[in-house]
Every structure is written in C-alpha cells, then in structure tokens.
C-alpha cells in the first residue's frame, strides 16, 4: 500500500526532498488551487528556539519580502503550526548554479548574463538595506529559463544590524568567497562585501576555479587578504580589467556596483538582455490581452488610455501576512534610510474590481500614466520629471477575504518629498471614500485586524 502524499493545511502536497540543513528541510511541493510547483522550506521550531536563532528566522522572512525581484526567489507565504514554520517559496527548477560550473567554465556570454542577473539582484538587496553576506554559486539557483535566482538569505543582515560606526561586525559567510575586511574582523561594509563576493562568482563563473585556494585555511585568508590571485589566459582584458577593481583588497577604493555596471564588458550583456526582456514582455501582454477567464476573485481594470482591459487575481494573505502588516508588526522602517516611508498601506472592504477602478480613476484625476505590471500590479508613473527623475508608484492588492483586501502602494522611482507630497495632497483625499482604515492609525487598526488574524491562524500539521 503506497503512503498518501502530505498535504499541508489543505493547500499545497509535499513531495520529494530537495535538500536539508541543521534546523530545516526543504521540498518540492505543488499548490492544490493553481497547481503550480513551489519549494517548501520547514523548519523545526524547537531547535531554532533551544540555540537562539528565531530572530534570525524573522529576519529572514522580513528580507524575502522585501526583496521582490526577478532575479530573487520569491516568498509567496509564511505559515505556522505548533512545532513548525513553513516557507512557501518559488521553485527553480534548473537547481544550482554551482552544478553547472561543477561541470566546467562557463561560456563568456553565458556567464556575463547570470553577472548581470546578479548584480541586478544584490544591487536592488542593497537599495533596500539588505546585505546577502553568503553569495556563492551554491546560492544562485537557475528557473526553467536558465535565469538566475539569488536565495538563502540566512546569513544576511539588516541596515540596523550596523554598529555606532556604521559597520557590520559579524563575521560569516563562505571562506573562499568572503571580503578580506569580514576576516580582519574590524567592521565592515555590507555592500562592498557583497560586491566581493560578486566577483568572486564571476572569476568562478569563467575559470571553472576558485581565485583563492589553500588546503591550509590561513594560507587562503592570506591569499584573500593579498588579492593574490591569476586570471587565466582565456581571460579577456576587460575581464581581467574589471576583476581587479572588485577583488581590492582595500574596500576604499573597491569598485561600486554603479561603475560595475558602466563598465563596458557588462555593458556589452545589456543590449542582448533588453531585446530578450522585451520579447518576454510582449509575450506576457500578448497572453493578458487574450485571457478572457475571470473568477470571483478576479477583477478588471482600465489603463489610463482606456483600452487595455486587465485581469488582475490579487495574492491572498495568511495569517503571518497580516500580522507583520499590521502596525505593531510593521517591519518596513527597518529597510528605509529615509524616516519618510517609501510605501503606504490601507485597508478596504471593497471587492478588487471596485479598488482596481478607484486607482485608474485616481490616476486619471491626478494625470498619472496608469498600466498593468507584471504580477497583477498597477504601475502610476507622473509625466513631469520632478527633483530625480518621474514619481512612480505600484499598487499592490492583497486579497484577505472576497470583500476585504489591503492595498500598499509603494514608490519605486522619483523624489520621496514628491512623493509623499502626492500622497498626501492627491492620493489620499482620492482614495478617501473607499478607505476603512490607514496604516499608522495603530489602535483602530489592530483592533480590526485581530478578528481576521485569528479566523486565519493555521492550525493543522501535516497529514500523512
């Protein structure tokens, strides 16, 4: 008699092991509603209690939802039982990285694409404080189009893990990846560890071999601490030229990810990456514009020149979603330099078509360009160019129950002044009547969402 596949809180059917870790393990799972394939990271709660590492699991449920980006393993939901935490992640179906260098060096075209993607990545971590600190090619995982996926933010740390001097001082991550100053142990900076650790990957990437190798730990350190390392004669002289800037040994004068990407070696990936994003895109539009199906949670929405009709299924939220949104569980200040929020969130008791309609409306009223993102978002993008650039906007619907969602909408491009200023002055004063309540407003909020945190709390463990 064969055993029933798992099943986990009547969502998603646990199948085969992917891989473990000390406090956790992670499967390959399938989404019982969409049938999609997904990764499930399950963690052990009582050993991460008895060596003290449950702010570090918070902390990295916090950075995965902030890191949403294309070339970053999605978090699509966090639940929890007694015994049990589950990470409800996107599948990369390619597997590591590190298994096709394994095999040998790297074409040069292929391996300026995955330097690209992350760059791409770490640089849009860093934007939102965000310091991975383990980059390695283990760490890099490949979906079924060969794009890269930086996960495993275990290790990372936080704008507000810096000391009074503005530095790091944890020593962690890989030895033969890790920056010299992480080794020094006298405080570093995150991003320009980060940016090491990228060039490392890359010299990987087109070696086929580790820059620093030593049998003898300490001779490594050396090694690292030196810069001592060769480029192979395959090596194009813009490699080698830019190899040298990321692996100084001074983070000083190490190169920044902004001159990564002027630098024309990577500029060369950009034309090629632009021509295959657009394709893609027009696929993805291709495919929305002859979607004819819609559900009860699905809802339609006009673009600001009132011909693209969309179909927009909000993401549902589950019980840890709404408590971290809540205000007492905000996490976001902890990504922003700026006191002055970067995102904003409400909630409303209206169905998504109404909210859908309400923003292209508001987005008509205040002149905004209004289109549909990838994802289900809505994108507002202003059409004066203001103090840096356009004042751009995505709203986010999240579905909580068919008559009550939470909508964020969050700057991506522009001034935060201006910003804050259109919210305040245009956004708000138009979205008023659709509005139960905004965030900030903590008592009244936290006493309308305790209601809905505890009919969602899941309860069930696995069913064998």
Known sequence: MENKPRVLTQRYELGRLLGQGTFAKVYYGRSLVGNHSVAIKVIDKEKVFKVGLMDQIKREIS??????????????????????????????????????????????????????????????????????????????????NENLKVSDFGLSALADSKHQDGLLHTTCGTPAYVAPEVINRRGYDGAKADTWSCGVVLFVLLAGYLP????????????IGRADFRC?????????????????????????????????????????????????????????????????????????????????????????DIISLSAGFDLSGLFE???????????????????????????????????????????????????????????????????FHLVELKKFSGDTFEYQRMLREG????????????????????QQLQPLVEQTQPEQEPQQ
């Not at 673009?303 to 589950?318: A, E, H, I, R, Y």
Request: charged share 30%; with cysteine; hydrophobic share 35%.
């Open 337 to 403: 330099v700026d006191p002055r929020k970067r995102e904003t969130r409400f909630a409303c008791r209206q169905t998504a078509p109404v909210i859908i309609s309400k923003l292209v409306d508001m987005g008509e009223r205040l002149r905004l360009k209004v289109s549909k993102k990838e994802g289900g978002l809505l994108r507002l993008e202003g059409l004066k160019e203001g103090r840096k650039g356009v004042v751009g906007v995505d709203a986010e619907i999240f579905e909580v129950s068919r008559s």
């Open 212 to 223: 620093f190798h030593d049998s003898n730990l300490m001779e490594m350190y050396r090694k």
């Open 232 to 320: 192979p004669s395959w090596f194009p002289t813009e490699v080698r030229r830019l190899l040298s800037k990321i692996l100084d040994p001074n983070p000083c004068t190490r190169i920044s990810i902004d001159k990564i990407k002027e630098s024309s070696w990577f500029r060369k990936g950009l034309i090629s990456n632009k021509q295959v994003k657009a394709e893609a895109e027009s696929k993805v539009a291709g495919a929305s514009d002859m979607s004819t199906s819609a559900g009860s949670s699905e809802c339609s929405g006009v673009t600001g020149d009132g011909n693209l009709v969309q179909q927009v299924k909000p993401p549902s939220l589950n019980a840890f």
């Open 63 to 144: 950075v995965m939802r902030i890191a949403r980006h294309p070339n970053i393993v999605q978090l699509y939901e966090v639940m929890a039982t007694k015994s049990k935490i589950y990470f409800v992640m996107e599948y990369a179906k390619g597997g590591e990285l590190f298994d096709k260098v394994a095999k040998g060096k790297l074409k040069e075209d292929v391996a300026r694409k995955y330097f690209i993607q992350l760059i791409n990545a770490v640089d849009f971590c860093h934007s939102r404080g965000v310091y991975h600190r383990d980059i390695k090619p283990e760490n890099l995982l490949l979906d079924e």
């Open 427 to 446: 956004m708000r004063p138009a979205l008023d009547d659709i509005v139960w309540v905004w965030q900030g407003e903590e008592q009244q909020q936290q």
